[in-house]
C-alpha cells in the first residue's frame, strides 16, 4: 500500500513539473519532490530485497548536489535578471 502512495506522489510531481512553465522555483520543487520519491521507492526496494542500503546513501549525495546546483542557478538567474521567470531566461543571454 505504501509503495502505490509512493508512486502516486512521484506521478503527481512530474504532472507539477510537466505543467509549470513559469516559475524556476516551483520546476526546481517538483524536481527535488519527484528525487525524493524516487529515494523512498529505492529504499523500500532494497530493503525489500535485503541488499546493502549503501546505494542510497550515495544517491542521496548526488540528489543534495543537484539540488545545490539548481539553488546556484537560481540565485544567479534572480541576480542578474530580477526574477525567477523561465521566460526570462535564454540561451543567447548567458
Do not use: P, Q
Request: charged share 10%.
Amino acid at each position: 500500500m505504501l509503495e502505490y502512495v509512493i508512486l502516486m506522489c512521484f506521478f503527481l510531481s512530474v504532472i507539477v513539473f510537466c505543467s509549470t512553465r513559469k516559475h524556476l522555483l516551483i520546476s526546481l520543487l517538483s524536481l527535488e519532490f519527484m528525487v525524493l520519491f524516487s529515494f523512498m521507492m529505492l529504499f523500500l526496494l532494497l530493503m525489500n530485497l535485503g541488499y546493502e542500503l549503501y546505494f542510497c546513501l550515495l544517491f542521496l549525495v548526488f540528489s543534495v548536489c543537484e539540488g545545490a546546483l539548481g539553488l546556484s542557478i537560481l540565485v544567479s538567474l534572480v541576480r542578474s535578471h530580477g526574477n525567477d521567470y523561465l521566460s526570462s531566461m535564454s540561451i543567447l543571454s548567458w
